[in-house]
């Protein structure tokens, strides 16, 4: 594997800045050891650094202005100005300029990205409803990187250090989600699990648990067939090509017990049969991966927390895990591909723990 992290670039796009993304960014990057990882370029304005700089009274703060991604230096963080309409900030409000904001800085890092100007995203928080536009027509980044990088294959995981859950079903209403479970999709979603699991976080045999949708997994079709008619046979198909998925697993007696712990990957079939415990267990330093993308793409697992915004008391932690697993899976995906070259190497390739290598920052 060659090249240092440093030379990595890591656009940052600067989320609904009335929120707390900006102001965990400019916390977390007052600490030396993040700055062994990639080189961080926000996409934003001056006068947005400079507002919240003046609010937290944050002194010898500085940063780097730059008019390309390829002037950044490593060792600080820098600044890619988007031109965007000046406002005052409202911190804690949903605003539609803030909405608006977001968007332009989310195209500004897409464009500086195909561009090759960074090699990879970190997302702050937006809001949902306020960045909606003729522009943006989507539930979240997820499916809207997915748009724009043409990936149709791609999924959401949420990674702790410990443990990490993937998504059948996104933002989507409840009342969907049992017309989304069909044999194509889940083997679409259970191939893109595994694959990230080797090419991502270097398990050469991945082990995924895949939940039911129904209570006690539909009781042999007496609370639903979707298990019978649809999950249990993908689950045998995969064994049948000797990959270890199994399931599928109630869901409360699954994260009830400690099975969660044997398996390399767990999916859920649908939002919040995945996060809520997922957050019960990693609620502070969890981090969102987009699986299935063909640039690296974390984002912190929590959204603009306008009810703490400003106050100081927004914790840095998810933020920073996001940093260091964006570059882990970076230099893993580079490891993976010159295994993949080597078959006898690839043969050798051992499992180990999965590691981000955080610091303690307290």
Known sequence: MTGKIKDVRLGIS???????GIELLLKAYQYDPLFNQATPVLFADKWVLDAWIKILDITDFEYNLITSAEKAKSGMLNVLPIQGN???LQIGQSKEESGAYA????QKAMEVIMNGGVQNLLTLPINKHNIQSGEFNFPGHTDYLAKQFGSEEYMMILVGDNLRVGVLTGHIPISEVSSRITKSHLEKTINVFHHSLQNDFRIRKPKIAVLGLNPHSGDQGLIGKEEQEVIEPVIRSFIDQGMLVYGPFP???FFGSDKSGQFDGVLAMY???GLIPFKQVAFEDGVNYTAGLPIVRTSPDHGTAYDI???GTAT???L???IYLNSTIYFNRLEFRELSKDPLQFTNFRREKFSIGIPNLK
Not at 103 to 106: A, F, G, I, V
């Open 309 to 311: 915004a400003g106050k």
């Open 316 to 318: 840095i932690d998810s």
């Open 320 to 322: 920073v895990h996001a």
């Open 14 to 20: 600067a989320g609904d800045i009335n929120g707390v």
């Open 251 to 253: 869901a409360d007696g």
């Open 271 to 273: 939002h919040d049969q």
């Open 86 to 88: 000046k406002f005052e």
């Open 103 to 106: 968007l332009l800085s989310l």
